[in-house]
């Protein structure tokens, strides 16, 4: 592998990070708030080791597979690092840890967070935590593609950052694509931003809201999250634009462009409508003979959180720890499945699932009907050997990272329900889990170590694990 090229790439998006610094100076001036002095520091070093790194490995190559996984890797890594720095310089954290862990749920747009007090924080830090949210939602490697037009070998990168099993390109050149679907991504922010002022949210409060839910992110500017509005307008506004988040970009772009019909084939979506319809109705019954007197308020909860969990943004209205166990099992169950592939929702996502299912009635009909040949396919589409190899390599994967890291955490004096649920709300970029860590909990409590561990899991997760467990093997530094 040619470190060159790496070390040349992470400086390129070094200096970007460092120039996304200016909103939240802005931000800061508007406010007359000194945590922007913060930002100006952290925005000057970064952009300098960002320079430093760019002309120091200049390169005119092209990127190639490996280079294109190590610098999504690695990059993740170092704009998590420099992302913790402005944490520190406004005395946010007192240990870099911490401050390293809110940064790295904030790239990874999972939501779990290590501040008890949101309302003791300036303007400046809530929208610096909603804008690595925003940023980190389609990928800052994709972003860098969309507005970079120097960097080559542009398909790698894609590959590295959205490797979900199914790939529908909206244009042959990936740099087009990236800036057709940011657009899509502005669109919706605005859209749902306009809505919520409308009804009474304010501005502020409404832009860091729309960042952390088409993000699938979930950071708040309250400590009680959504709940805190005592809104029900406001929550059907967030639980909608939250189902529209775990969509494919792609059908979004279609409907924008009225092609409505092809966004009705979808198999995808319309399994995932299936499993959110399903869920709401589920727990709606359940909470409406176990927990409260009205059917209008248990839908209002279960749809919210339903759609808040399976899109992987993590707001709540309700601690969801006290319901029954038959709906909070429910929601540990979307936990893993998550959104749909080539949305910002993270988990095992909705497509796998279905392809998984399709594959295991597959091999019961071959039991009842030996000579059979069959395919595997999705709508009208054949899934080759190779993707469906690929697909039980990932869920194969997903449960020995999950179980190895749930033994870690219970090892340390943690339940196995909070270990269980931290470990799936991380690696799916959820957030908020059951137990220690519930809705109106916080991941303070958990040692030093644990915190690393679910650090790891996000980045994991936020990068379908094969792109970091690849880069981790001995045999991908060969030549």
């Known amino acids: 592998m040619r470190l060159k090229i790496v070390f040349n790439m992470l400086g390129t998006l070094l200096i970007f990070i460092g120039v996304s610094m200016l909103v939240p100076i802005f931000v800061a001036l508007y406010y ?10 952290t925005m000057g070093f970064t952009i300098s080791i960002g320079r430093i790194l760019s002309r120091a490995t200049e390169s005119n190559e092209e990127i190639r597979h490996r280079e294109g996984f190590a610098v999504v890797t690695l990059g993740w890594i170092a704009i998590s690092i420099f992302g913790a720095i402005p944490f520190m310089l406004a005395g946010v954290f007192d240990n870099f840890v911490d401050a390293f862990f809110e940064s790295v749920s904030g790239f990874t747009t ?7 007090s ?11 935590r909603s804008w690595m949210h925003w940023l980190g939602g389609m990928g ?5 593609i969309a507005i970079l037009p120097e960097l080559a070998g542009s398909m790698q990168l894609f590959k590295a950052e959205a490797p979900g099993p199914v790939h529908d390109r909206l244009k042959p050149r990936i740099r087009e694509t990236a800036k057709t679907l940011w657009v899509v991504y502005l669109v919706i922010t605005s859209v749902q931003t306009i809505l919520l002022v409308m009804n009474d949210m304010p501005f502020f409060d409404a832009i860091i809201h729309s960042f952390g839910t088409i993000s699938s992110g979930g950071f708040s500017s309250r400590t009680l999250s959504v709940k805190a509005y005592n809104s029900t307008v406001i929550e059907w506004i967030m639980a909608v634009f939250m189902f529209l988040a775990g969509v494919n970009l792609t059908l979004h772009y279609q409907f924008l462009t009225g092609n409505i019909r092809s966004i009705f084939k979808d198999k995808e979506l319309k399994f995932y409508t299936c499993i959110v319809v399903s869920a709401i109705v589920l727990i709606t019954i359940n909470l409406r003979f176990q927990v409260y007197r009205s059917l209008a308020e248990s839908l209002n909860y279960a749809a919210f959180q339903v759609t808040s969990i399976i899109s992987t943004a993590g707001f709540a209205t309700v601690d969801y720890d006290i319901w029954p166990p038959f709906s909070r099992g429910i929601l540990l169950i979307l936990m893993f499945i998550g959104g749909c592939a080539g949305s910002t929702a993270g988990g095992i996502k909705v497509i796998r699932i279905y392809a998984l299912m399709k594959k295991g009635f597959q091999e019961l009909y071959k039991l009842i009907h030996p000579r059979a040949v069959t395919s595997l396919k999705i709508g009208n589409r054949a899934v080759s050997e190779e993707v469906s190899t690929s697909i039980l390599g990932f869920f194969f994967l997903y449960v020995i990272v999950f179980v190895i890291s749930t033994v870690i955490l219970t090892s340390f004096g943690i339940d196995l329900i909070s270990s269980i649920s931290a470990v799936a709300a991380t690696l799916g970029n959820i957030g908020p889990g059951l137990g220690l860590i519930g809705p109106l909990n916080t991941y303070v409590p958990l040692p030093i170590v644990c915190k690393l561990l679910l650090s790891f899991c996000m980045i994991l997760g936020r990068l379908e694990i094969y792109t970091v467990l690849v880069f981790l093997l001995s045999g991908f530094w060969r030549k």
Do not use: R
């Not at 007359?32 to 520091?41: P, S």
């Not at 800052?140 to 860098?144: E, L, R």
């Open 32 to 41: 007359k708030e000194v945590d922007g002095v913060a930002f100006i520091v």
């Open 110 to 116: 999972t939501g779990a967070t290590v501040i008890m």
């Open 118 to 128: 949101l309302e003791s924080l300036s303007h400046t830090i809530l929208f610096w």
């Open 140 to 144: 800052i490697i994709v972003m860098s």
